[in-house]
């Protein structure tokens, strides 16, 4: 799930209309808007990445579709074709078509632009102009500002199999069949990536046509995979002076998606696609290894110096909220961190969107921005320090005494907050209390007056305490087994429930191995699924409409049936 669009753009033009690490060690400090120490890569100076994107396609066009003058800029909609990808025999679209919107000012003042990289469904009309808040903030920070839209193209079909599939379906397979080919040209991150660039190229052609404009730096931005394309797009394309990549907290992603099993026993559901496509249970692999290292935006980061706002949920449904402790003090260059409380994958109803926009309105002005280090004590106090003096300092905790899972759609929106006062060195202290049971997350916030209107807001890393891992000792590798799980009133209505269940999954669906059990108020379901949606869909559809006080799925692996502790 991505944030839409227009909820990107619309949370924050109002304002800007009237613009003219490891989890620290104990001891160890982690710097916000500072370089790391360069540390060793193994990655050759040309990967099949760059290769793929610095091979001329003559695939490669783009066409106006139509031109519309506003009142202080003109909207271009441009039809791209960004290359070939695949044969006929392996996709049935190898040529991979997409809507470019740019937005020119009158005056333009930088030759900086804005890239949006997007989502979206091949097929459709094209768009008859760039939104409101896209043209106001074009106007506001006299900049040009694009949208360029399905990243990846979607829907496909590989090997004429007949599933049309998107999204991170899409993506697994292409996993998939480099996990059993070693052919990197089946990547589709590849492709991705090198849509930006041509998207730049485009972006750049366009300006110069229309306006005489010249525009030969770019800000990146986009959200989940387009985040991730955002990262590599600013590792292979020195035309990147700054990026931001949203919701996609899994940089080092061996380690990461690790500790998301050992600390759910299972694995969540939004990552369902690369368990079904056999993805997950390989992380021993050494093909796996091989393919991270050519799409892993860790193995990256020496080459990732430019500015970064890293921007992620703390309740997101794919990534746990620590998940930065394995790449960002490792990260290079300038480097901001910000955790949005009470807020998911989509990022909606958070004031997220601010800090986007304020720092590339900072990037384009060369303005620098704030930076402040801090460290976690023996005790487990985040310590502060700030360079630059913040307006406002705040921590934020959450308590789930039940399981370490801080994920909105599970959890809710239960991050508190309290305000700081400064120490007398100026440094800030942030503590809490071990919860008796469970789990509590926290991380201290800093929002600063950056002479715009809307502030910057930055964080820390996200702490657990105690800082422990309930099923750091489970096998992860094991066959893929669902468990849907129902919380109800009672236990009475638990078993009726359990046993009405099962009745209709023996009839309707006819699953494999199916294991029942109950615990108090709360019943599972267990199966070996064939077809993850077409098993698990219709009885999830029932038991929305039966006295569930809160339904869940659980990946498991092997014939587990995970219960909270």
């Known amino acids: 799930m991505t944030p839409p669009l227009k909820m990107i753009f619309s949370a924050c033009c109002v304002a800007l209309a009237g613009l003219a690490g490891s989890i620290p060690t104990f001891g160890q400090e982690a710097l916000s808007g500072q370089a790391a120490t360069p540390s060793h890569t193994a990655l050759p100076a040309q990967t099949d990445l760059d290769l793929y994107v610095q091979k001329p396609d003559a695939a490669f066009e783009w066409n106006i579709v139509s ?37 020119i000012p009158d005056k333009v003042r930088s030759d900086i632009g804005f890239l949006m990289i997007a989502g979206g469904r091949n097929g459709g009309q094209p768009p008859t102009s760039a939104s409101s808040e896209t043209i106001k903030i074009a106007e506001a920070t006299g900049t040009v500002v694009t949208e360029l839209r399905m990243v990846p193209n979607q829907r496909l079909v590989f090997h004429g199999d007949g599933v049309e599939r998107k999204e991170d379906d899409l993506i697994g397979y292409t996993w998939a069949q480099f996990m059993k080919t070693g052919e990197s040209r089946w990547l589709a991150r590849n492709a ?17 046509q229309i306006g005489d404009h010249d525009v030969n730096r770019f800000v990146v931005a986009g959200a989940s995979k387009r985040g991730w394309t955002t990262w590599l797009t600013g590792a292979v394309d020195d035309r990147v002076v700054a990026i931001i990549p949203i919701v996609i907290d899994v940089l080092d992603a ?36 091989e393919l991270l290292q050519l799409v892993d935006p860790y193995f990256y980061r020496h080459r990732l110096t430019m500015p970064k706002l890293i921007l992620n949920a703390a309740g997101d449904q794919f990534f746990l909220p620590d998940s930065s402790q394995f790449y960002f003090a490792e990260l290079q260059g300038e480097k901001h961190l ?37 460290q976690v004590t023996s005790d487990g106090v985040i310590k502060v320090s700030p360079d630059d003096a913040p307006t406002e300092v ?36 942030g503590s809490v209390d071990e919860p008796s049971a469970g789990w509590t997350a926290y991380f201290v916030e800093l929002t600063y007056d950056v002479g715009l209107p809307v502030p910057l807001k930055l964080t820390t890393d996200v702490f657990v305490t105690p800082n422990t891992l309930p099923f750091a000792d489970r096998d992860n590798s094991q066959p893929p087994t669902i468990t849907l799980k129902c919380t109800t009133e009672s236990e009475a209505v638990a078993a009726k429930l359990m046993s009405d269940a099962q009745a209709l999954a023996q009839a309707n669906l006819q699953l494999k191995d199916l294991t029942l059990r109950q615990t108090d108020s709360t019943f599972y379901l267990n199966w070996s699924p064939q077809d993850f949606e077409k098993e698990a869909g219709p009885i999830v559809k029932w038991l929305q409409t039966q006295p569930c006080k809160q339904i869940s799925v659980q990946l498991e692996s092997g014939p587990n049936i995970t219960v909270t502790p």
Request: neutral net charge.
């Open 254 to 289: 061996n380690k990461s998606l690790r500790h998301h099993f050992a600390a759910y026993g299972y694995w969540a559901p939004s990552i369902g696609d690369y368990v079904q496509h056999n993805i997950m249970q390989k992380m021993d692999d050494p093909r796996m290894d």
């Open 67 to 103: 031109t519309t003058k506003n009142e202080n800029t003109t909207t271009v909609v441009v039809d791209m074709v960004s290359q070939t990808w695949l044969t006929p025999k392996e996709v049935d679209r190898p040529k991979w078509q997409h809507w470019v919107t740019i937005v």
């Open 192 to 208: 991705m990536v090198k849509s930006a660039a041509r998207a730049m190229d485009t972006i750049t052609a366009v300006a110069k």
């Open 394 to 429: 705040r921590l934020w905790q959450a308590t789930n005494p039940e399981a370490r899972d801080f994920r909105l759609e599970t959890f809710g929106p239960k991050y508190t907050s309290k305000r700081l006062t400064a120490q007398p060195d100026g440094s800030y202290l």
């Open 338 to 374: 910000r955790y949005v409380p009470n807020t998911d994958h989509s990022m909606d109803d958070s004031d997220a969107l601010e800090s986007v926009i304020a720092f590339y309105a900072m990037i384009v002005a060369d303005r620098e921005r704030p930076q402040f280090s801090w």
